[in-house]
DNA sequence: CGAGTGACGTGAT
DNA sequence: CATCACGCCACTC
């Protein structure tokens, strides 16, 4: 069916994640209507580790700190990030503010 | 079938 | 302002 899951939305949002730019999990769990489902989407983000292009790294906790980074299997999430020009320090996001992406603001 | 857990978030103390 | 506790949705034991 062309039925879009709630797992294939959220992997479309991540893919569509600009380059330097990062979003939390409540933010794509609201676009998606989840509000409260946030852990949901952490969950899907899980499931799409298994998948390829999916930028996981770039998909963060509300508070800009790598909260997913031990699954990523190492530094990789915060070296990738700092490829893209986003500093990192203790497992948190510098400028997150800045560096934050709404789905609903910018891709909506 | 019921209880527990989890890459979170918000509210209350 | 910081910390504790509860709630959400889906999955596993």
């Known amino acids: 069916m062309d039925k879009i899951n709630a ?3 959220i992997y479309q949002v991540v893919r569509e994640i600009p380059s330097g730019r990062v979003t939390t999990y409540g933010a794509i769990a609201a ?10 989407v952490g969950w899907a983000m899980n499931a799409s580790h298994t998948l390829a292009d999916i930028p996981a790294h770039r ?9 997913g980074k031990n699954f990523f299997g190492g530094n990789r999430m915060e070296m990738l990030l ?9 497992d948190q ?13 910018e891709l909506a």
């Open 82 to 90: 700092a490829e893209e020009g986003i500093r990192v320090q203790d």
């Open 93 to 105: 996001i510098i400028h997150f503010k800045q560096h934050f992406w709404d789905p609903s603001a």
């Open 59 to 67: 998909v963060v906790n509300r508070n800009g700190v790598l909260t």
């Open 31 to 40: 676009y998606l209507g989840m509000k409260g489902g946030a852990r949901m």
């Open 7 to 9: 797992f294939d939305a």
